[in-house]
C-alpha cells in the first residue's frame, strides 16, 4: 500500500524563483497537513485542509506561500518569490479524517535549497 | 496554549543500555499523546499513542510509553536499545479544538557500539 507521495524529494533554486511542491495523500484520506521543519524552528504546521477545503492556514508564513487541493488525490505548497529563509524540509501528511486523536502519516519530504 | 516540551535535545546511550526520553505537556482537557520517530532523511513515523484507559501503552519497535497526569508527562522507554534506534523523537498533543498536533523540539539519539 503506497504511502504519502512527495515530489520532488530534493530542490535546489536561486531566490526569486517560483518553487512548486507536490503531494499525493494515501487513497482513501480525506484530510492533508503541509509542515515545515528548520534546526531553528522545528516542526511547523503551515496549512491543512479537509475534504479539499483549507481548515486553517494561521501557520502559512506569508503572502508568497500558498496551498492548493483541487482534488482528493493531489496538492501543491507553492512559494513565489522564493527567499533563502525558505530553505527547509517541507513535509506532507495525511489522515483519514479530520480530528486531534488521528494518527499522521507522513511522506518522505522535500528538501528545498533556496540559493 | 497547548504546549509540548522536550527537556533533552541530544541523549547518547550505549548499545543494550535503556533509555528514557522525557515529554511533558500543557494541555487543559485530557489529551490525546503521540510519540513519532524520524529517522535521517525520513518523514516521521508513528511509535505510540495515547488517548485514555491503560496508562502504559506499548509501540512498535519495542518501545512503551506511561502517561502520568499529575505529572503531565509522557515519557518514552525502551529497556534495551539497538544502534538502529538512533533517530530523532517527537513527542506531540492533539489538539481537540483545532485538529491539529503540536510537536515538541525533539530529542535526538545517538547510540553508541
Known amino acids: 500500500d503506497a504511502g504519502v507521495i512527495q515530489s520532488p524529494r530534493h530542490e535546489v533554486t536561486e531566490m526569486g524563483q517560483e518553487v512548486t511542491l507536490r503531494c499525493k495523500p494515501i487513497s482513501g484520506h480525506n484530510s492533508l497537513f503541509w509542515y515545515r521543519q528548520t534546526m531553528m524552528r522545528g516542526l511547523e504546521l503551515l496549512i491543512y485542509f479537509n475534504n479539499n477545503v483549507p481548515i486553517d492556514d494561521s501557520g502559512m508564513p506569508e503572502d508568497r506561500f500558498s496551498a492548493k487541493m483541487p482534488n482528493a488525490s493531489f496538492s501543491t505548497l507553492k512559494i513565489q518569490p522564493s527567499e533563502p529563509r525558505d530553505s527547509a524540509v517541507y513535509f506532507c501528511?495525511?489522515?483519514?479524517?479530520?480530528?486531534?486523536?488521528?494518527?499522521?502519516?507522513f511522506g518522505p519530504g522535500t528538501r528545498l535549497l533556496v540559493l | 496554549a497547548q504546549s509540548v516540551t522536550q527537556p533533552d535535545i541530544h541523549i547518547t546511550v550505549s548499545e543494550g543500555a535503556s533509555l528514557e526520553l522525557r515529554c511533558n505537556y500543557s494541555y487543559g482537557a485530557t489529551p490525546y499523546l503521540f510519540w513519532y520517530v524520524q529517522s535521517p532523511g525520513q518523514g516521521l513515523q508513528l511509535l505510540l499513542k495515547?488517548?485514555?484507559?491503560?496508562?502504559l501503552v506499548q509501540g512498535i519497535k519495542g518501545f512503551e510509553a506511561e502517561f502520568k497526569r499529575s505529572q503531565s508527562s509522557f515519557n518514552l522507554r525502551k529497556p534495551s536499545v539497538h544502534w538502529s534506534d538512533a533517530a530523532e523523537y517527537f513527542c506531540?498533543?492533539?489538539?481537540?479544538?483545532?485538529?491539529?498536533?503540536?510537536f515538541g523540539a525533539g530529542t535526538r539519539l545517538a547510540v553508541h557500539p
Open positions: 506531540a498533543v492533539g489538539d481537540g479544538g483545532y485538529n491539529k498536533l503540536i
Open positions: 501528511a495525511s489522515t483519514p479524517r479530520l480530528g486531534a486523536q488521528e494518527t499522521q502519516y
Open positions: 495515547y488517548f485514555s484507559g491503560d496508562t
